[in-house]
Each structure stands twice: as C-alpha cells, then as structure tokens.
C-alpha cells in the first residue's frame, strides 16, 4: 500500500520535498511516495536475488533497488513519467519479497503503489480506462459481478468447447484467447447462496469471527469458502458473513486507484464493525493483507481513522487465526504427497509461512515435500497475468518446474489467484498434479467431505 507523507521528514537530510514536488508534477494524486521509505534504501542489493523481474532480466532497473531510484528521481520532480518509468512500475509484481529479506526495512509496496496512484491519475496508464471501468464500476458491486460470472458461467458451461474446437479464438487477437484460457471456473453456486449470514457450531459457540466472502472467491473459489466456513464451526466458531460487505479493495489498490480502494475500505467497516467479533477471519491472502492495511490507509480520515485501525487489529488470515485458537486436531488420515506453495502475499506481505505448514502437518497420512522457491511468486500477482502474460507465463514455468520436481500429487496454495494461475500452468502442460486449498485437506482429516464433492 502506498502512503502519503504528511510531513516533510528528511527535509535537513534532502533539501527535496517530495510532497511539494509531488503536488506539482502530478496533480491529483492521492498517494505520493513516502519520502522516508526512499531514503531508507542502503543500495546493499540483498533484494535482487530474490525479486523475480531481476532474475528476469538481470536488468538493475528492473530490480527493487534500481527502481527505487528511479521512484526517488520521479519523486523529486527531475524525471517525468516516461514511458520506461511506467513500463518498470507495470513490471514489478508488487510481490512484495524484496521486503521480506530487505535489512532497512524498506517497504517497497508503498513506493510501487504510491507511483502507480501517480500514472493513473495524471491518466498515463496505458490500461486505465479498462481498470478504471472494472475498479470503480464492476468489482465494488457484488450484484454486478454476480451478473458478469453467471453469464461467465452459461459460456464456460454450453459454448467454451465448441468454440475452443472449431478454433474461435485463432480469429480473434491473441489476448481474447488468453483470457479464456486463463479464467478459472465460475462456481455453480456462488458462495453467498450456500452460506448464510450468521453460522452457528452444533455445540458451545467460543468464538464470534467475521467472514470475508470475496469479490472473486464469492464467484469463483466458493467451494473453499465453504471448506474454510466448515473449518470454522468445527473449531466451535459463530460465523457471521455480513450482508453489507464488499470486495476490500486490494486490487484497486495494487494498481493505483486509492480512490476506489478507501471507498470500499470505509463500506467494510461499516459492515464489520456493526457485529461484536473476536476476529475478522480471511482465506484470501491477498485480502487479509490488505484489511490488516486499513488502518494505515485511513490514518488521515478524521472520521475512519479509528474505526480503520480497529478494524485491522481484528483482521486474521484463516491459518494465523486457526493457529492462535489451537486448532482441533484433526484424525482421520489423508494418504497424498503433497508440496505448499507460499503466497506472496502471506508469506511476504504478512509473514505468515509457518502456520499453514503447522496446519498440513498436523493432517495424519499426509507426505508433505518442501518445495524449491515456495516463496517466489508464480507470475499471478493480481490481474498480473492478464495485463503481463508473457513476463508472467515465464515465472509460471519456473513454478511448474518446481513443482514437478517434487514428485507430489497435490500442491497446496492457500490464495485463490495462485491456485489459478498454477491450476493453468498444469493444464497447459497436460501434468496431472491437482491444486488443493489447505482448508478443504483439513475439512478433509475432520471427517467432512470437501464441498467441491458436496454441492
Ligand atoms: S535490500 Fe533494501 S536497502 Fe538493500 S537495496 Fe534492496 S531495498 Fe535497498
Ligand atoms: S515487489 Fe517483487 S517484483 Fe517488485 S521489486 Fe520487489 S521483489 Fe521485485
């Protein structure tokens, strides 16, 4: 997430104010580069061995530390948004593990986010008008979005096959194509219509927890809400999934609409925070990341400020949370080999790696294998794949390659858009390794049979 530096902080160190100049060159911006995080950076280069678009490339610029001086030239109003600035700011996954090894502590997410706020709103970004269109007017309704997966849906159902086999998408551009290809399978049931708004355990209740339903998983991964709910109750929590939620904002955030992104930050506090919860608990990581951000985001909203901060205190991813609570044991067996793929956004942007091993491990009969760079991201990184393909189908091999290696049968991805994304690779290679979420291998080992089988 990018902040803005309410104040002039390193103006003995820099003779450059960054917001001054910031507010002159790009008019509009909600966000501006936090002067602080930019000076911060030591230029020790102990990101590059970790930041997949240098081990792309080996190009410096295409490295954190070469875009953070490129982020502090635009900063101090010496470089204009060029269109090699965009195209570096657009490389960058925002995946987040240069921060996880960084010794300065540099959030690198705050700078590439906070730049990206900058060329969308000085209108330079070749792709604004569509991500404008879907960030404002398709992701913040649930109802529309609902529409577009049903009608999504009816084509995946009746016509995708015909028109795969007769070759329709050789007429059309390359992109069309791809996008079918790269769709994940809209549910038949979204998960708003199998779960209810408030879920009760068959015994004592001991936790009254929050559910986030998701834009994207509502429709698409409704399934594991499902598992991930049945998880709940069986670890004895009420689950309340408010009627008045909507998508948290995250992805409109990555690709710099924080107008969009507190928007619907200010919606999900009004939603959550009418219900007396012990924790707001979340399967996406993504979204968890995110939510545990509200309350840096809204830091200068007189009126949300408070409530943000409150609110993110109470935001738990599901292993995190399931871990804190000494889960219930599972007992009956689950005989696979399976490996675990680490989410950047779990593993870098929360730090939580341990918790969803502690989790798989716990799972009687289950061969789990270390997987080489679990922690390096497989090219989804948001609607990446789609706005990047090539640059994002190269880091999906590395992936598969991986993955292959292992020998197992299943790989685990606790994040939906990675689940997608490794679930394509897979298919397009004809390698018959399935992609499970943990929530439904646990459900699994309760005695309880996953909702992919169920509904
Ligand atoms: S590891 Fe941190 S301090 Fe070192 S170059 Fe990278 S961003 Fe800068
Ligand atoms: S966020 Fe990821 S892709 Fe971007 S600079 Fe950092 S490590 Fe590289």
Request: one cysteine or more.
């Amino acid at each position: 997430m990018g902040l803005l530096s309410n104040k002039n902080t390193g103006s003995e160190t820099n003779p450059i104010n960054y917001q001054k100049a910031a507010l002159v060159n790009f008019p509009g911006s909600i966000e501006i580069p936090n002067e602080e995080t930019i000076i911060n950076c030591i230029h020790c280069g102990m990101c590059l061995s970790v930041c997949p678009t240098y081990q792309l490339t080996g190009m410096e610029k295409s490295s954190p530390r070469g875009r953070i001086r490129l982020i502090k030239i635009v900063a101090e109003g010496n470089l204009d948004l060029t269109p090699n600035f965009i195209d570096e700011m657009d490389f960058c996954l925002d995946c987040q593990a240069c921060q996880t090894v960084c010794p300065a502590g540099v959030k690198f997410g705050q700078l590439v986010e906070a730049s990206r706020d900058q060329i969308a709103n000085v209108g330079k970004d070749p792709q604004h008008f569509r991500k404008r269109f879907f960030f404002r007017f398709i992701f913040p309704s649930h109802a529309r979005l609902k529409i577009i997966a049903a009608m999504l849906r009816l084509y995946q159902k009746f016509l995708q096959k015909i028109l795969r086999k007769i070759g329709f998408f050789h007429l059309l551009p390359k992109k069309l194509g791809r996008m079918d290809q790269l769709a994940p399978k809209i549910s038949d049931k979204f998960s708003d219509k199998i779960l209810k708004e408030d879920m009760r355990p068959k015994g004592e209740i001991k936790y009254r927890v929050g559910f986030l339903k998701g834009c994207l998983m509502n429709v698409m991964f409704a399934d594991i809400n499902k598992d991930t709910v049945d998880v709940l109750l069986e670890n004895d929590c009420e689950v309340i999934m408010p009627k008045n939620q909507v998508c948290c904002g995250s992805l409109a955030a990555h690709n710099g609409d924080f107008k969009s992104a507190k928007s619907l930050a200010k919606k999900n506090i009004i939603a959550f925070l009418a219900h007396d919860l012990d924790a707001i608990v979340i399967n996406s990581a993504g979204c968890s990341a995110f939510m545990k951000e509200y309350g840096e985001l809204l830091q200068d909203d007189p009126e949300y400020s408070d409530k943000a901060k409150e609110l993110s205190a109470k935001v738990k991813d599901v292993h995190e949370f399931l871990v804190e609570i000494d889960f219930k044991q599972p007992k009956f067996p689950v005989q696979k080999k399976i490996t675990y793929h680490d989410a950047c956004h779990l593993a870098h942007s929360q730090q939580i790696t341990d918790e969803p091993r502690r989790i798989l491990q716990a799972i009687p009969g289950l061969e789990i294998v270390e997987l080489n760079e679990s922690t390096m991201c497989c090219g989804s990184a948001g609607i990446y794949n789609m706005v990047r393909y090539d640059d994002s189908m190269k880091l999906l091999k590395r992936k598969v390659d991986n993955i292959v290696d292992t020998q197992a049968e299943v790989v685990i991805a606790a994040n939906p858009g990675c689940a997608g994304q490794i679930e394509y690779g897979l298919r397009n290679r004809e390698i018959d390794i399935k992609v499970m979420n943990p929530m439904t291998l646990l459900k699994m080992s309760y005695g309880l049979p996953p909702a992919g089988e169920t509904e």
